[in-house]
């Protein structure tokens, strides 16, 4: 069993920064791609970054520049650092990681979400 918990939403003026965090747990033998996606009410989940097990990075076109995705293998930890934030970056922030079971499964794991939201 394998979860992932997220951190570090909240409410933000326009302009302003935070940072989510993506703490995985469980019976993991090693991570592939790990990502934040995100949902706004009405609207598809939507790509916000992603990053490979090399460190490869790719980003939504709405966030580029702004955002920065990153991870530390030794803590389970996937981050985004959001910066320059816009109200229409309002969401809830999902992340999720492709993940080696001890098991030997191949899994995309979710976590519960963590809502952003940003002021005018």
């Known amino acids: 069993q394998v979860q992932l918990v997220e951190s570090g939403g909240g409410l933000v003026q326009a302009g302003g920064s935070l940072r989510l965090s993506c703490v995985a747990s469980g019976s993991i033998f090693s991570y592939n791609a790990m990502g934040w996606y995100r949902q706004a009410p009405g609207k598809q989940r939507e790509l916000v970054a992603a990053i490979t097990s090399g460190g490869s990075t790719n980003y939504g076109d709405s966030v580029k520049g702004r955002f920065t995705i990153s991870r530390d293998n030794a803590k389970n930890t996937v981050y985004l650092q959001m910066n320059s934030l816009k109200p229409e970056d309002t969401a809830v922030y999902y992340c999720?990681?492709?993940?080696?079971?001890?098991?030997?499964?191949?899994?995309?794991?979710w976590g519960q979400g963590t809502q952003v939201t940003v002021s005018s």
């Open positions: 999720n990681a492709q993940i080696i079971t001890t098991r030997g499964s191949n899994i995309l794991y």
